[in-house]
């Protein structure tokens, strides 16, 4: 028997998708399942948008590479706050892509303001049949754009704990991240997770809670007509899940962008998503229960205990 879902047969051609997540929530799974879709991976950054891997070879490209902050192959950007905070001039990119009136938030950990007729002109030259990854809570300008522009959105979700753990581990691996050096001088891994799961000030920075995350993140699914998933369904056996969850969420997100699969390529699929990514680390579900402390239960119950709830990965504040 083969998949029920609808639509055309090949992404060639086919919808301009953004790829939405909470840093250290899947992100790297989801884009590989969209690349086995056939779908381009783009690099947001730079001059303009180009498919990954695409580099020119002339001396004014490389010089200009190396002014806006060149990266190495697979060091892809997307959107977030670093489009005008990071690269060799942030006080520049943040004059240039700033500008106007009108203002669209990007991030979720230390979310900033852009320029709307920027990230419209910038979205506005993404090849169709292209993926742009994101780390943005919802905001009713920035749905507004893609909607306009006929991106489809999907984003992933992962248990706020696993998150919590995999962004301090992360960010501690990361010394471009604006934060690093005042997050690194937090006294031990015990504080960075901490902080992680409660947010504050490092510096002139201030980084929402696990809660506040999540909250601005979920109004996606519920206003802005994305196709939301969870990496716990999506991981598969390979990272502790299970088969049948990753096969029903393959199908949903390929319906979700119009493209139709038989069983034997949701099978192929399936097989080729664990465990690649530049920044994977671990990927298994649970996680978490290694490496908290009693402290750190104590401060997720505190500050998104009703969100566990509600997302579904606790039954009461009781675990």
Known sequence: METEVVGIESPVRGPRILANSIP?????????????????????GGLRPRPVGERGSGRVDKLLRRLTGAREPGRFLGIGPHLVESGRFPQMRRVLRTRGPEKVTVGVEFPREIGRRWLEGRLG??????VVSAHCVYSPGFAGILREQGFRVVCILRDPRDTALSHMHYLKSLPRHPAYREYMSLPGDHERLMFSIRGGRLGRHVMRSLEERYRGFMEWEEEGGALMVRFEDLVGPKGGGSGEAQRRTVVRVAGHLGIRLDDERVEEICEGLFGAGRTFRRGRRGGWREEFSAEHVEAVKEVAGDLLVDLGYERDRRW
């Open 24 to 44: 250290k929530s899947g992100t790297h799974l989801l884009l590989r399942l969209l690349t086995l879709l056939d779908f381009d991976l783009v690099d947001f």
């Open 125 to 130: 030259r993404v090849p169709e049949g292209a």
